[in-house]
Every structure is written in C-alpha cells, then in structure tokens.
C-alpha cells in the first residue's frame, strides 16, 4: 500500500509562484509513475503533469506548458510541482496521484490509470 500526502498550496497573486510537494510512502519501490490533477467545482478533474520514475520523462498538459515543471526527488520519494507565473485559471484543487502497476501502455493523463490518491491541496490565485 501506499499513502500520498501532498503539501505547498496557497493563495497568491496572479503571477506569483507555488511549489506542491507529493511525499509517498509505504510499498513505494513498484511506483511507475506518478501525477498531478486538480479540480475545480463544476469541471471535470483536469491533468495537468506527470513522470515517469524510473527514467524522469515529463509530460505537461498545453495549459501549462512553459509555467509549471514536474519533477521527483527518488531517495525521499517525494514528486514535486513548481508552478510559475500562476493564474486565476490555476484556481483548483491539486491531487497527487501515483501509478503502482506495470503497464505494457501506459496514459499518463487519464486519472483512471492512477490507483492511489492524495487528500488534495488549495491552490488559489487572486485576480
């Protein structure tokens, strides 16, 4: 089992700059990949980057290409999400997501490929 808790969320201003943190433990060492969504109320839960953890492939959604970078810290099993030049846009609630099993395919962004969870985090931009 693994257990995801995700930390870094706020509220700032438009433009300002966030970085989540996603600390995984328990039985860790079968993480394939790992991902963040967010959600806001009305919408359905959006992709926005995700990892591969052995090799470090990145993989951003276009909304956020060139402001946010994804990348992982492996002996502290910890993915981060650095997120610049924010926008109202990026209000959400972010959740971390981590992939456990092998996969010949792999779509690192559908959520339905994602078996374990995070509590989730408010990001909240200002205008």
């Known amino acids: 089992q693994v257990q995801l808790v995700e930390s870094g969320g706020g509220l700032v201003q438009t433009g300002g700059s966030l970085r989540l943190s996603c600390a995984a433990s328990g039985r860790t060492f079968s993480t394939y990949a790992m991902g963040w969504f967010r959600h806001t109320p009305g919408k359905e839960r959006e992709f926005v980057a995700a990892i591969n953890w052995s090799g470090g492939s990145t993989y951003l959604a276009d909304s956020v290409k060139g402001r946010f970078t994804i990348s992982r810290d492996i002996p502290k099993n910890t993915v981060y999400l650095q997120m610049n030049s924010l926008k109202p846009e990026d209000t959400a609630v972010y959740y971390c997501?981590?992939?456990?099993?092998?996969?010949?395919?792999?779509?690192?962004?559908?959520?339905?490929?994602?078996?374990?969870w995070g509590q989730g985090t408010q990001v909240t931009v200002s205008s």
């Open positions: 997501a981590a992939d456990l099993r092998y996969r010949t395919y792999r779509d690192y962004v559908s959520p339905l490929q994602y078996g374990h």
